[in-house]
């Protein structure tokens, strides 16, 4: 597994302008389409919002930002040190998409292949895994 980037910052919403321009110029290391990169960009800010406002709720906190190169895919973690979330918060609602919260994480399951909780490094905060194909002939 080839890492691709490692960024840590602040659990701060000032902080995601930086974050969002790591994530482009990664995807476009990766050879994504700028459709696809914009998508991923968005999916990588919303996931870090969520951080932001869920998993610190307002504390101070920071988050830690890999992306690596694997077997034909990219793989995004996004690890926090707040409290453990129980799996179940990464699960898609069944409501109305008229009704107010959860899109974010529709949007994430939509862009994304692939969407996981791992366990934690040192049983201390959430690292979230999303996978995305590479595009067909970037594959090294």
């Not at 691709?4 to 000032?14: D, N």
């Not at 694997?70 to 918060?89: V, Y």
């Not at 791992?118 to 594959?139: A, C, D, R």
């Amino acid at each position: 597994m080839k890492r691709i980037l490692y960024v840590e910052h602040s659990a701060c919403t000032s902080q995601l302008c930086q974050i969002r321009d790591k994530v482009r110029a990664a995807c476009q290391s990766l050879a994504y389409t700028d459709s696809d990169i914009n998508l991923i960009t968005l999916v990588i800010d919303e996931a870090c919002t969520n951080i932001i406002r869920y998993a610190y709720s307002g504390e101070s906190g920071r988050i830690v930002l890999e992306i690596f190169q694997h077997e034909g895919e990219a793989i995004f973690h996004l690890q926090d040190f707040a409290k453990c979330i129980d799996k179940s918060c990464l699960e898609l609602r069944k409501e109305s998409l008229l009704e107010p919260g959860g899109l974010g994480l529709q949007l994430i399951y939509k862009v994304m292949d692939f969407v996981q909780l791992l366990p934690p490094k040192e049983s201390v905060g959430n690292i979230l895994e999303l996978k995305k194909y590479l595009p067909k002939g970037s594959q090294k």
